[in-house]
């Protein structure tokens, strides 16, 4: 009860009250105080309500936010105040900063100049602001542009009489099997490489195309590493379906952009705009690392997959939390 009282106090007068005397101590707006604290990063341009999981004492999530952002008034740090943009714009009362966090990626420009003169920022008084501010935007923007791609390519079914997704399917082998030749395109065959049926399009129904897009990702950009891992599959004792569990973690993957889990990797990854291949290469690391951990547990049965893979999950999840986050595959790619 007592944590509720709090959230309406600060929501409707305390958070405003500290805006307003810092605006007056300091001469800047929230914003410009939130691009002038620190480097690029995502903790600048992320929601703050991600990271306020370390106030002891504040038990109650919904509140953290509000708490960690008067804390952040006071006391900001590189990898706090990099945090805030994005979620004061989402709680900000003006309609064009609150629609700024949907924009297209096109009219990030147009956007900055608008919050400038609602704000009325003289950019030759803060010549920091206008270059921060809109790199925050694209990210946030680019963000949300970069999971409608992927949605796109999760939602496209795998299509038999689509030449592309055809040959797609064909090179994948041809990475994976350089020394196979692959008997008919409907063959037990596809069970090498960890398919569970005869024709590999019946696999793709959970995650349509995106699946074999990562999948062809993986092999392409890292082959060495990708055959490695399938040996590894294929191990007689811990093995495991190489292309199913493939297609498991481009689900992991999508429901972590989904979610918003990515944002700060991303944030901290690309400077701009996050693309469709930033994504992938998230993929690869996911592979890669599900693979190296798969070993290392040394799992009794296949029949543990789900405990392994949600232990993996979580894993993840905690590494994604830190603000300086930035999941890399410290493989050397195929140049």
Same mark, same amino acid.
């Given at each position: 009860?007592?944590?509720?009282?709090?959230?309406?106090?600060?929501?409707?007068?305390?958070?405003?009250?500290?805006?307003?005397?810092?605006?007056?101590?300091?001469?800047?707006?929230?914003?410009?105080r939130?691009?002038s604290?620190?480097?690029?990063?995502?903790v600048?341009?992320?929601?703050?309500?991600?990271?306020?999981?370390?106030?002891?004492?504040i038990?109650?999530?919904?509140?953290?936010?509000?708490?960690?952002?008067a804390?952040?008034?006071?006391?900001?740090?590189?990898?706090?105040?990099?945090?805030?943009s994005?979620?004061?714009?989402?709680?900000?009362?003006?309609?064009?900063?609150?629609?700024a966090?949907?924009?297209?990626?096109?009219?990030?420009?147009?956007?900055?100049?608008?919050?400038?003169?609602?704000?009325?920022?003289?950019?030759?008084?803060?010549l920091?602001?206008? !270059?921060?501010?809109?790199?925050? =935007? /694209?990210?946030? $923007?680019?963000?949300? #542009?970069?999971f *409608?791609?992927?949605?796109?390519?999760r939602?496209?079914?795998?299509?038999?009489?689509?030449?592309?997704?055809?040959e797609?399917?064909?090179?994948?082998?041809d990475?994976?099997?350089?020394?196979v030749?692959?008997?008919?395109?409907?063959?037990?065959?596809?069970?090498?490489?960890?398919?569970?049926?005869?024709?590999?399009?019946?696999?793709?129904?959970?995650?349509? !195309?995106?699946?074999?897009?990562? =999948? /062809?990702?993986? $092999?392409?950009?890292y #082959?060495?590493? *990708?055959?490695?891992?399938?040996?590894?599959?294929?191990?007689?004792?811990?093995?495991y379906?190489?292309?199913?569990?493939?297609?498991?973690?481009t689900e992991?993957?999508?429901?972590?952009?989904?979610?918003?889990?990515?944002?700060?990797h991303?944030?901290?990854?690309?400077?701009?705009?996050?693309?469709?291949?930033?994504?992938?290469?998230f993929?690869?690391?996911? !592979?890669?690392e599900?693979?190296?951990f798969?070993?290392?547990?040394?799992?009794?049965s296949?029949?543990?997959?789900?405990?392994?893979?949600?232990?993996?999950?979580?894993?993840?999840?905690?590494?994604?939390?830190?603000?300086?986050?930035?999941?890399?595959?410290?493989?050397d790619?195929?140049?």
């Open positions: 009860m007592l944590a509720y009282i709090w959230q309406y106090f600060y929501s409707f007068f305390l958070r405003f009250c500290l805006k307003w005397l810092l605006r007056q101590l300091t001469g800047r707006c929230e914003l410009q939130i691009c604290g620190c480097a690029p990063g995502s600048r341009t992320t929601r703050v309500g991600e990271e306020s999981h370390s106030w002891v004492g038990e109650n999530e919904s509140i953290r936010p509000h708490v960690t952002l804390l952040i008034k006071i006391c900001s740090s590189r990898s706090v105040c990099c945090l805030i994005e979620y004061s714009l989402k709680n900000s009362k003006n309609k064009v900063l609150r629609d966090v949907n924009m297209k990626v096109d009219v990030v420009k147009d956007c900055v100049a608008q919050i400038m003169r609602e704000k009325n920022i003289m950019e030759q008084k803060d920091v602001f206008k !270059v921060s501010f809109q790199q925050c =935007l /694209l990210q946030i $923007s680019g963000y949300n #542009t970069l *409608a791609s992927v949605e796109n390519l939602k496209e079914a795998f299509d038999s009489e689509n030449q592309q997704h055809e797609m399917l064909l090179k994948l082998w990475l994976l099997m350089p020394s030749t692959l008997e008919s395109r409907v063959t037990k065959q596809w069970g090498s490489i960890g398919f569970q049926g005869d024709d590999p399009k019946t696999d793709f129904r959970g995650m349509g !195309v995106l699946g074999l897009v990562n =999948l /062809l990702f993986f $092999s392409e950009h #082959t060495d590493a *990708a055959r490695r891992v399938l040996s590894h599959a294929n191990h007689p004792k811990l093995g379906s190489y292309a199913i569990v493939g297609i498991n973690l992991m993957a999508y429901s972590l952009l989904r979610t918003g889990a990515l944002k700060r991303f944030y901290n990854m690309v400077t701009g705009e996050p693309q469709l291949h930033h994504f992938h290469q993929y690869c690391y996911l !592979v890669y599900f693979d190296q798969w070993m290392e547990e040394e799992p009794d296949i029949m543990d997959f789900n405990h392994y893979r949600e232990k993996f999950h979580e894993k993840v999840k905690g590494h994604l939390l830190e603000p300086e986050v930035a999941l890399v595959l410290n493989v790619p195929n140049n």
